[in-house]
């Protein structure tokens, strides 16, 4: 019966990233399934960004002031029978880090695409690491309701840049102004446009996918052009592959306008029915573990401090891989086998947080956290010891000193910047010279967000001394020799003491190799 239950309960999860360039409309889209799970009550939040009230995924106090998504949030909510955990990812590529462990934790991605624009770099990018994980990837070309590139134009880029079969689930009847709905090709009816306070409005098509008796769309030319081109990817396009979906190698095309609700619903429903339940996943050791296997299993996949200000917490995400997680239970951390209590947890309904007692495999679990998480680890129950395989991690690329204002106020300098450095979106070091504290990121704008939550949160002004682009290449403890620093390879050490070389550029490193042929630098986090 147990069992049953975990069966049945895995089945209805959903657990997907939205995917895109920014200002494709992500945030829109969200708000709007939001909006069908009951979660928020009222649509157009993000047009209200410049008015002063926000979007419910956009937590935090720079995402208000820049307008921008900086962080994953984790979104749940019922629709459908169905359990359904969207997990947000930032668009701006300063964040993809952060963006690229979320992917990790997802069973499939929505990838929204403006119609004006097409593929753009960061969709592309994003893309790419869908692709590597194989998992489907479902697209939704966004705002119809504007003038945008030809529908044709939109599928064949798709498909040649970024090496994805596409099929076309609808197709849009005009564009912009002349927008009349679109010819649902999978549901086999017409959606007729309508603006989003109105309901939705159906006409039935015949076996030969034509409007059945009178309508006046029948008199638009439109509507001939679209029978036409319908007919033509009929004939010249793929099938409809569900093994090819499930396996990320075609992707569902829907078209809609998510400002307007327009065809979003009917993404959803599609969406629902064929995106997949929680995926089974591998561990270091190549064992595979399975969704309903009755040992509770997770790995933490993002840690975040202060998601709100009142509560002055850390929160650790952890994706539940396998069995079921009660409140109270005991777990192990795989990271120095030690035993913990799973006392204080969370979920998310965006800023709202429950307590949360009871999930199974494919749900994100929030845990309050004292400082024993770091992203990547793994928890389990069981006797059998579990590590997941390792998630994607990135050099730091650009480089700041970093030092308190005002010296008087030490103390809630280091706190700020222990808890933010484990969060890792920025790596800390410390000169072995100087003792001087450098951080070093992917880009450039996730030491302005430290820098903002410094202040914000700590009460801590720090002042930070741009160092520019360098490479860091670590080193073997016995090999080192502190005399092989020069300014041109400043030697500093991690969190983990472990000494490496920030090198001015790739000049610098080869005359240092050059000189010191028998040492080994490695490119590591
Ligand atoms: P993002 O999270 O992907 O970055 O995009 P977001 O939803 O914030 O949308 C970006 C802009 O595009 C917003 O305009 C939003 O209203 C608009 N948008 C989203 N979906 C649609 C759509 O279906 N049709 C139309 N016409 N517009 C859409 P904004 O609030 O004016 O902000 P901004 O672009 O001035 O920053």
Redesign the pocket.
Do not use: E, F
């Given at each position: 019966m147990e069992k049953e239950k975990l069966i049945d309960a895995v089945d209805k999860r959903k657990t997907f990233a939205i995917i895109?360039?920014?200002?494709?409309?992500?945030?829109?889209?969200?708000e709007q399934l939001l909006l069908f799970g009951g979660v928020v009550r009222k649509a157009g939040t993000?047009?209200a960004?410049?008015s002063g009230s926000f979007?419910k995924s956009d937590w935090m106090e720079i995402e208000k002031k820049r307008?921008?998504?900086v962080t994953s949030s984790v979104m749940q909510f019922d629709y459908a029978g169905k359990r359904i955990n969207i997990l947000d990812t930032p668009?701006h590529e300063d964040f993809s880090e952060d963006t690229y462990r979320t992917l990790m934790a997802v069973d499939s991605a929505v990838m929204?695409i403006d119609s004006a624009k097409g593929i753009e770099p960061q969709t592309k990018k994003l893309f790419q690491v869908c692709k590597m994980r194989g998992i489907p990837i479902f697209t939704f070309i966004?705002?119809?309701?504007?003038d945008g590139r030809e529908p044709l134009d939109l599928v064949t880029e798709l498909e040649d840049v970024l090496g994805i079969q596409a099929y076309p689930m609808n197709w849009p009847i005009g564009m912009g102004k002349g927008l009349k709905g679109i010819y649902d090709i999978f549901n086999k009816r017409i959606e007729l446009y309508r603006r989003e306070d109105k309901a939705e409005s159906f006409v039935k098509l015949d076996g030969n996918g034509e409007i059945i008796g009178k309508h006046p769309l029948k008199e638009e030319s439109i509507y001939q052009q679209v029978l036409g081109e319908v007919e033509l990817l009929k004939d010249a396009g793929n099938n409809f592959d569900t093994k090819k979906i499930s396996s990320g190698k075609q992707t569902p095309v829907f078209f809609?306008?998510?400002?307007?609700n327009f065809g979003v619903k009917t993404f959803l429903d599609a969406y629902l029915q064929f995106a997949p339940s929680p995926n089974e996943h591998r561990t270091e050791t190549n064992d595979i573990v399975k969704p309903v296997d009755d040992v509770f299993s997770g790995f933490v996949f993002k840690i975040q401090a202060n998601m709100n200000p009142n509560h002055r917490d850390r929160i650790a995400f952890v994706r539940i891989c396998s069995g079921k997680f009660e409140r109270g239970m005991d777990v192990m951390l795989a990271r120095g086998s030690k035993k913990m209590r799973l006392s204080n947890s969370t979920q998310f309904m965006a800023d709202t947080r429950e307590t949360l007692d009871y999930a199974v495999a494919g749900d994100i679990i929030g845990l309050y956290d004292t400082g024993n998480f770091q992203i990547g680890d793994t928890i389990y129950s069981g006797k059998k010891a579990i590590q997941f395989e390792k998630l994607p991690q990135f050099t730091p690329e650009i480089f700041v000193k970093v030092t308190a204002k005002n010296v008087m106020k030490q103390k809630s300098f280091h706190k700020g910047i222990d808890q933010l450095v484990q969060e890792g979106a920025i790596q800390l070091y410390k000169s072995y010279s100087t003792g001087d504290y450098v951080l070093g990121a992917v880009g450039q704008l996730q030491f302005e967000v430290f820098q903002f939550r410094m202040l914000n949160e700590y009460h801590s002004e720090v002042v930070m001394t741009p160092m520019g682009k360098k490479i860091a290449r670590w080193i073997e403890p016995d090999q080192l020799d502190e005399k092989m620093s020069t300014s041109r390879n400043l030697l500093v050490k991690d969190r983990q003491g472990q000494p490496l070389f920030l090198f001015e550029n790739e000049f610098s490193e080869r005359w240092f190799q050059d000189k010191y042929p028998d040492v080994k630098l490695t490119a590591k986090l």
């Open positions: 895109s360039h920014p200002d494709a409309g992500k945030t829109t889209i969200t993000v047009k960004k410049k979007a307008g921008i998504s668009g929204v966004n705002k119809m309701d504007r809609g306008s998510a400002l307007t």
